[in-house]
Nanobody, 126 residues
């Protein structure tokens, strides 16, 4: 099993930044990619960004391009999501997820991921 724990959410004003973290533990050798998704009330879960566990490849959803950066801290088994220029429409619960499938990067459907964290709330005020 793989355990994922998100942290770093909070309340910020529009235009400011937040850095989310996803700490992985357990059988991390099973992980091929880690992704961030988000879900706002009444909406479907939306793909944000993904990174291979090696840190060599990244892929971003349209909502993240140019403002968010995903990165990997190899020493701490942690993936970060740096979010800049936040907007009220970025308000959501942010989840990290792990995919075990070797060679697959940028899977957009939440159904394709094997392990999930509990989520961290991000609220952006206008």
């Amino acid at each position: 099993q793989v355990q994922l724990v998100e942290s770093g959410g909070g309340l910020v004003q529009a235009g400011n930044s937040l850095r989310l973290s996803c700490a992985a533990s357990g059988r991390t050798g099973r992980i091929y990619t880690i992704a961030w998704f988000r879900q706002a009330p009444g909406k479907q879960r939306e793909f944000v960004a993904t990174i291979t566990w090696s840190g060599s490849n990244t892929y971003y959803g349209d909502s993240a391009k140019g403002r968010f950066t995903i990165s990997r801290d190899n020493a701490k088994n942690t993936v970060h999501l740096q979010m800049n220029s936040l907007k009220p429409e970025d308000t959501a619960t942010y989840y990290c997820a792990a995919d075990q499938r070797i060679g697959v990067v940028g899977a957009l459907s939440s159904l394709e991921y094997d392990y999930w964290g509990q989520g961290t709330q991000v609220t952006v005020s206008s």
